[in-house]
């Protein structure tokens, strides 16, 4: 088992003014959020008249290859890459989702998790609807199509269709002639807005607007419903409460250089590193980073308490989501091979080790092991978040509450158990300050149990 909380799904989407290198550019905007999901991806466009798409299991160059791209011919299209949530890993459960109704194709690509799928579906299913696949973005997909036949309209079906689901949803939706986009209305998942030339584009994080030179416009509001189709672009704004942007975008999902709701994310992390030593005060040798959501955090630490930064890890970059260790006594083997101390930089050192969260506690175990092999004289794991206690119902796959090791140990046993001369965690002040900058409040559940939407199905 993996001991992060796994990533949830992107999207991308473009309503374009041409018909020139549409699926092109939805396969470079998908390319940049591969991290946020690496089990399947999928592309669907319209020419003006027809929905054509391609989806399978594998990373989207994986999946994707230039005749399949330039067979994708559109002038409007979305894009998806996948990690399961909700239904597992199969060609059925892969984004987009399209059917036909009575009113036109549909296409649908979501990232995030609803709390009542199975009160909708059973629903949907005592009025004659069938299920192609075990998410509930096919839910979602259906009532929309439900609601547009009852209702006529399109955007008038989605603001039915917000009105009954329950969680943590940014979705893009395609028709034949227009591109939707909406969020939930509380904002627990990003959605961003950009522009290239004269088309309109959607994604889940500013870089892969970055990716293809397009410029940001803003972030989608939370409980905003967004068309854009030949006569231009329309904003629809639905009842809204408090809302609450998932704090783990910042500490581990989104790249380092996306801006979500308002906020840089390496500005975010490096304000965890300053928060980390004023609340601990610790110094040691050198600040060494688990890399990649580590390094921003180590480097304010750095700034802040003066201690040097180094380099403690080389990181192979050749080692993917196919690498596997199906031994037991393997697995620490397997671990070294994805980082491996720099003996040079470590030996003899009292280090201080920043990471962004420990889950389970065993792939943290195996570094700090690995860091003794090494010569480390001391080792001191900071993290740059809150103890991980919770679930989280949102859109994150998160271990069972009894899988999670601060859920049932005090930090001093967890540092006994994962070998470490001492264990630092940030408060959830600190963290909290640490993301004031951003533009909406903070979801915190998965550290204090307080669920903005209620989640007793899920439980």
Do not use: W
Request: one cysteine or more; charged letters at 20%.
């Amino acid at each position: 088992m993996l001991d992060k909380l796994n990533e949830e799904c992107g999207v991308f989407g473009i309503f374009n003014t041409k018909a020139e290198e549409t699926s092109q550019l939805i396969y470079y905007g998908l390319f940049a959020l591969q991290h946020r999901g690496q089990e399947s991806a999928g592309i669907a466009v319209s020419d003006g008249h027809q929905v054509n798409y391609y989806k399978d299991e594998g990373l989207v160059q994986e999946v994707f290859d230039p005749k399949l791209l330039n067979f994708l011919n559109g002038v409007h299209g979305i894009g998806h890459v996948r990690y399961s949530t909700t239904g597992g890993t199969t060609y059925e459960n892969a984004q987009p989702i399209v059917i036909v109704s009575s009113k036109g194709q549909m296409a649908l690509a979501h990232n995030g998790n609803l709390v009542n799928t199975k009160i909708l579906m059973a629903d949907l299913e005592s009025q004659g609807a069938t299920f192609q696949s075990g998410t509930d973005s096919e839910t979602i997909l259906k009532l929309i199509a439900k609601n547009t036949i009852e209702t006529g309209d399109v955007a008038e079906a989605i603001k039915l269709t917000m009105g009954v689901i329950q969680g943590g949803y940014s979705i893009l939706l395609l028709t034949p002639d227009k591109l939707y986009a909406f969020r939930d209305p509380m904002g627990l998942r990003p959605l961003i807005m950009g522009k290239r030339d004269d088309s309109y584009v959607f994604a889940s994080e500013s870089c892969a607007i970055d990716s293809i030179k397009g410029d940001i416009i803003r972030d989608v509001r939370p409980g905003e419903i967004i068309s854009v189709d030949e006569k231009g672009i329309h904003s629809e704004q639905i009842e809204t409460g408090s809302t609450h942007i998932c704090s783990f975008e910042y500490v581990y999902f989104a790249r380092t250089d996306s801006v979500i709701d308002g906020l840089n994310v390496y500005e975010a992390r490096v304000n965890m590193g300053h928060q980390l030593f004023k609340e601990t005060g610790r110094r040691a040798d050198i600040v060494i980073d688990i890399p990649d959501s580590g390094t921003s955090a180590a480097l304010g630490y750095s700034q802040a308490s003066g201690v040097p930064f180094s380099k403690g890890f080389y990181r192979n970059a050749y080692i993917g989501r196919t690498f596997i260790s199906p031994k037991q006594d393997m697995r620490e083997i397997g671990v070294n091979f994805k980082l491996s101390p720099i003996r040079g930089n470590v030996e003899g050192k009292s280090v201080i080790m920043i990471d962004d969260s420990i889950v389970r506690g065993t792939t943290i175990t195996r570094i700090v092991k690995s860091l003794r092999r090494a010569g480390a004289r001391e080792v001191h794991v900071m993290i740059t978040s809150p103890p991980v206690k919770y679930s989280c119902y949102y859109g994150i796959d998160t271990p069972d509450s009894k899988q999670l090791i601060a859920s049932n140990k005090p930090v001093g046993d967890i540092a006994i158990e994962i070998g470490a001369d001492s264990l630092s965690y940030l408060s959830h002040a600190g963290l909290n300050s640490s993301l004031s900058k951003a533009g909406l409040g903070t979801c915190m559940a998965c550290f204090d149990g307080k669920y903005p939407v209620p989640v007793e199905e899920s439980t």
